[in-house]
Each structure stands twice: as C-alpha cells, then as structure tokens.
C-alpha cells in the first residue's frame, strides 16, 4: 500500500510510506522540488513512490491519496494540468511494469 502526500513549502516536498497488506512500513520516502504547484507535488509524491516500490520489488500495489484530484488525473477522469502532463506520462510507466495497480482517494486521516 502507497500513501503518498505532497505538501508545497518554501522548498516543496512529498512525503510517502509504503506498508504491506497489514499495515506494516516497508519503506519511507521524501523529496523536495522547487515547483510551487501543489498538484505537481502530489504527482511527484505517488511517481516516487512507485519508484521506491519497485526497489523494494513490491509487483501489486494500491495507491491510497488524499488528493482525490490526483487520484481523477491518474484515472483519466480529470485533465492534467499542461505542468503535470510529463509527471503523468512517467506515472503510467511506471505502473505499467506492475503486476495490479490499484488507485483510490482516502481522506487525509486514513493516509
């Protein structure tokens, strides 16, 4: 399970763990840009996040985002923001090379 969150600061970041089907954590994550869109954050936060994961050689992963619009923009129900269409493109790669994907919004005090 992947539980990214994206935060703009004076540097921006994101933030992430990744805990297995009981809520262990496997993995923390973090990384910082300079960009000041909070919607490039959250995208960068579940890229990273996938990345980490296939590190670790997870191969089903879900997704669980606070950001229900990040969460329409990975399934297509949004558009992407022209700053995010790059972002995008990596994340469907990069859930392309696992076995089941799975992506769904929570409320932020599940994530």
């Not at 994101?14 to 919607?39: A, E, P, W």
């Not at 297509?76 to 994340?91: G, H, K, V």
Request: with cysteine; charged share 25%.
């Amino acid at each position: 399970m992947l539980n990214p969150d994206g935060t703009v600061q004076s540097q921006g970041a994101g933030y992430g763990v990744i805990r297995d089907k009981d809520g262990t954590v496997l993995l923390t994550y973090n990384g910082s840009s300079k960009c000041k869109s909070i919607m490039f954050q959250e995208l960068s936060g579940i890229l990273e996040g996938l990345k980490a994961a296939e590190m670790i050689n997870i191969r089903q992963i879900e997704i669980n985002s606070d950001s229900k619009r990040a969460v329409n923009i990975i399934n297509s129900i949004e558009p992407t923001p022209w700053l995010c269409m790059n972002m995008l493109e990596a994340i469907k790669r990069k859930m392309s090379k696992f076995e089941k994907v799975e992506t769904s919004h929570i409320f932020r005090e599940m994530n």
